[in-house]
């Protein structure tokens, strides 16, 4: 099957009728039909024909007009399968667009590469490529890519839009700067503060006042001087039993020294 294919590609328009189904390509194989018949006829069917040289003229004609038909139905073919491409690059480019306009900066380059990458000489893909890298603050290749636009020949038709799209990235880069330096001068601005503000420093108290203040919280165990002294003829003393549920003292004695003598004989 392939090889019968083959064999029919050489007949001019018969691809581009399969294939696409083309009128100009379905005239183009009619007339070539028409005339391979007439060389037939000419040189195998016509008996009476008066000489040979037409025979022979009918046979090169027809390998020119061969020829010439074939690269007429092929550069037809070429021509009709590019725009088919341009047309699929169209809307990649409506894609690229709608991805810039929702913000999606990632999915619009790629579609803008991709469409760059079949058709380099797209000035409307170069031109958004650039606006892009513009908004995500990659200065450097929306300059080459303008660069690189100015270099086509239709770069002529989009120079007022490059001049803008210049004049855009200046304003970017020198609003960038600006926050940067006023970024910058916010910070020093902070270090400075903090280095004049006062440092809080922390009073321990000396030895003297601690001394004194823990005096004075300390209560003074020692005997106080208004209290009765105990008489020395009274020797006091308690034996005390501990209750296990109240801790109170159940036995008390108190003997004079005149008891403790007579307690003695």
Not at 167 to 194: F, H, P, V
Not at 207 to 219: L, M
Not at 235 to 256: D, Q, W, Y
Request: glycine share 6%.
């Amino acid at each position: 099957m392939r090889v019968v294919f083959s064999s029919l590609s050489l007949w001019p328009g018969f691809v581009g009728v399969v294939r696409r189904g083309l009128w100009d390509q379905l005239a183009l194989a009619l007339l070539f039909g028409v005339l391979a018949q007439a060389t037939l006829f000419v040189n195998f069917f016509w008996s009476d024909c008066p000489s040979g040289y037409l025979r022979a003229s009918t046979g090169v004609v027809f390998l020119i007009a061969w020829i010439f038909l074939g690269a007429i139905a092929s550069g037809r073919l070429k021509r009709y399968e590019k725009s088919l491409l341009f047309d699929a690059d169209g809307e990649l480019f409506l894609e690229a667009q709608t991805r810039y306009l929702r913000g999606e900066w990632f999915e619009a380059e790629c579609a803008l590469k991709s469409v760059l990458k079949k058709n380099p000489s797209d000035a409307e893909a170069l031109l958004l490529l650039a606006t892009l890298y513009r908004h995500i603050k990659r200065f450097s290749e929306a300059r080459q890519t303008l660069a690189a636009l100015e270099k086509l020949e239709s770069g002529d038709y989009w120079r007022y839009e490059i001049g803008l799209e210049k004049e855009a990235i200046q304003t970017d880069l020198r609003a960038l700067r600006e926050e940067r330096l006023a970024e910058r001068e916010e910070a020093e601005q902070e270090s400075q503060n903090a280095e004049t503000q006062p440092v809080e420093t922390l009073k321990l108290p000396l030895k003297s006042d601690a001394v004194e203040q823990s005096t004075r919280q300390t209560p003074d165990k020692s005997p106080s001087t208004s209290a009765t002294p105990p008489d020395p003829d009274v020797v006091s003393f308690e034996t005390v039993a501990s209750n296990v549920g109240t801790g109170r003292p159940i036995l008390r004695f108190c003997l004079t020294p005149n008891d403790v003598k007579s307690d003695a004989a």
